[in-house]
């Protein structure tokens, strides 16, 4: 039995599970970490969901932005600086994602993180069911690293709109469409995505202009 607080290691372990497909499978693969743990980090959670799975990775930082809990002064950045941490490593080719230790340690309490998924169970179930498979050619090859550009070029944009109210939702938005589709393997999403972030940048460059 692994101890509460202690990240499973072994391959067998029934946190481990197979790369998600869904955005159903995200919730539940952390709803299973935060009944196994008091506190949940980002290291268990790209663990339990696969090193391989960047989906997740773009677009769980992107949903936490978009969230209430985006509106804590700095975490915008914070949450920017994962996304371009995810991206780069699918730009490199990267068998396996790897986070630096501060990063890994970071988390939150297991409660936060049931309350989360609770909230989140109704939109996913819906999600999942719009979202699924269309054009998959579209989610591999060479346009996932066009994705993962992208989301580059929108977190770089989150820092200086972090200055403004509810400015970083439109990038974050884009990033969370393009994390999405590779999840679920939609390339009439990953289409969608692409309008989003030229919009997303549109927008960026005017609020900044003002400003």
């Given at each position: 039995m692994t101890p509460r607080g202690t990240a499973p290691s072994s391959p067998g372990s029934p946190l481990m599970?197979?790369?998600?497909h869904s955005l159903g499978d995200v919730l539940d693969t952390l709803e299973?970490?935060?009944?196994?743990?008091?506190?949940?980090?980002?290291?268990?959670?790209?663990?339990?969901?696969?090193?391989?799975?960047?989906?997740?990775?773009?677009?769980?930082?992107?949903?936490?932005?978009i969230s209430p809990v985006g509106s804590i002064p700095g975490l915008?950045?914070?949450?920017?600086?994962?996304?371009?941490?995810?991206?780069?490593?699918?730009?490199?080719?990267?068998e396996h994602l790897w986070l630096p230790g501060f990063l890994e340690r970071r988390g939150f309490r297991a409660e936060t993180v049931r309350k989360t998924v609770g909230k989140g169970r109704g939109i996913a179930r819906r999600i999942d069911g719009w979202f699924h498979g269309r054009l998959p050619?579209?989610?591999?090859?060479?346009f996932v690293r066009v994705a993962a550009a992208a989301c580059i070029g929108l977190a770089c944009t989150v820092p200086p709109l972090e200055l403004l109210p509810l400015a970083t939702t439109a990038?974050?938005?884009?990033?969370?469409?393009?994390?999405?589709?590779?999840?679920?393997?939609?390339?009439?999403?990953?289409?969608?995505?692409?309008?989003?972030?030229?919009?997303?940048?549109?927008?960026?460059a005017g609020l900044l202009g003002r400003s």
């Open positions: 599970a197979d790369e998600p299973r970490l935060a009944d196994a743990h008091d506190r949940v980090t980002l290291g268990q959670t790209v663990e339990a969901l696969g090193s391989r799975s960047y989906g997740p990775f773009l677009l769980l930082p992107a949903l936490v932005d915008p950045t914070v949450l920017a600086a994962i996304i371009i941490l995810t991206a780069a490593q699918v730009i490199a080719g990267r050619a579209l989610t591999r090859g060479p990038p974050m938005a884009a990033i969370a469409a393009f994390g999405l589709a590779l999840l679920v393997r939609d390339g009439a999403l990953m289409i969608a995505a692409i309008g989003l972030a030229a919009g997303a940048l549109a927008l960026g």
